[in-house]
């Protein structure tokens, strides 16, 4: 059997991008508004620290994702 094989190769903001989608696909609107940014070192302790709110709640962007950091546990679905 031939196996074909994809490479992919992601800068910080399509990884960004990419969950935003994801959050998007998995909540109950049709709109939202989100932050995130990467934190830590890869392989040692990079976490996604995000904030997702319903419709255009531009308060949002004002949140700081690095202080929610210090307040929260993981609590992601997979």
Do not use: P
């Not at 910080?12 to 935003?20: G, K, T």
């Not at 932050?35 to 995000?50: F, P, Q, Y």
């Amino acid at each position: 059997m031939d196996n074909k094989r994809k490479y992919f190769k992601y800068n910080e903001q399509d990884i960004l991008e990419i969950l935003s989608e994801y959050f998007h696909t998995n909540s109950s609107s049709e709109n939202i508004s989100s932050k995130a940014i990467l934190l830590g070192e890869t392989a040692r302790d990079l976490r996604l620290v995000a904030v997702v709110g319903d419709g255009e709640d531009e308060e949002l962007f004002e949140t700081d994702l690095e202080e929610i950091d210090k307040k929260i546990d993981f609590n992601g679905s997979h």
